[in-house]
């Protein structure tokens, strides 16, 4: 989502005069569930970073952290660029929703798993340390310009906690991409 929405910033920021190519989307279109299914395919066929964990439970408080992580270093500038305040804001938004999904699966988690989700969340919230705790806010400031977001796997993985979703996702060959 990250992604996306950096792009989409930076293209509602460019100069005066300047081409836009592409639609910009400005209203969210309700996805049919085929189309959610596609997208649920390439977001689990696609490789994880490393490091992060493969099983939903896990990986969600993984994502969690790393977003929490980015929104704490955003707020440590002091430059309160608008474009800053809204990735901090949408930051916010997706970790919430994350939590959120934490939350309703945790009493269906085993004890190993909900340890398996505090270790990785120890560890993406360890990776941000070095940058929060660096003195020169010019670092801070690049360093958060730089965070490119997380696999799409994560939404995919918070809804499925967050409703219960125990079945296998599809896969391409499934959805009829390969």
Known sequence: MFASLAAA???S???AGAVQEGPIAT????????AERVREAVAYAN???RGAPEADYPLVAWCEALVNGHIRLGESLTDNDPL????????????????????????RQSAQTRAAARAAAAEATAKWAPLQNEA????RSQSFGLFFGL???CEHA????????TTPPATPADVGLE
């Open 136 to 139: 020169d806010e010019a670092v």
């Open 13 to 15: 920021h460019a100069p």
């Open 84 to 107: 800053d305040q809204e990735i901090i804001r949408l930051g916010r938004r997706e970790a919430a929703d994350f939590h959120t999904a934490l939350e309703v699966a945790g009493p």
């Open 158 to 165: 918070a809804r499925r906690l967050r409703n219960n979703i």
């Open 27 to 34: 209203a969210r279109v309700a996805e049919t569930a085929e």
């Open 9 to 11: 910033l930076l293209l």
């Open 47 to 49: 490789p994880l970073p």
């Open 151 to 153: 696999p799409g796997r």
